[in-house]
């Protein structure tokens, strides 16, 4: 998981001179502020990277599998 989320695709607000928006749920980057979770539950990236993290979880080694022992180990 990554600490920040700011690989997201971002549009212009019009009325400010600096600001800018999530393309997909519109929250600005200022309350987004990195995070994941600020984005819109329905947002199209949020979705997207939820099930990305969710599938890294899943092949990450777990740490019974080090534990055990392996044929080419030599007492």
């Known amino acids: 998981m990554k600490p920040f989320y700011i ?3 971002q549009e212009k607000i019009e009325e400010h001179q600096h600001a800018y928006r999530c393309a997909h749920c519109k929250i600005p980057t200022t309350i987004i502020f990195g995070l994941l979770e600020n984005h819109a539950e329905d947002c199209a ?5 939820s099930k990305w993290t969710q599938l890294a ?3 990450k080694p777990h740490k019974e599998h080090f534990d055990e022992p392996h044929a080419d180990e030599v007492d």
């Open 7 to 9: 690989d997201y695709p």
């Open 45 to 49: 990236y949020r979705t997207q990277q």
């Open 57 to 59: 979880a899943k092949l």
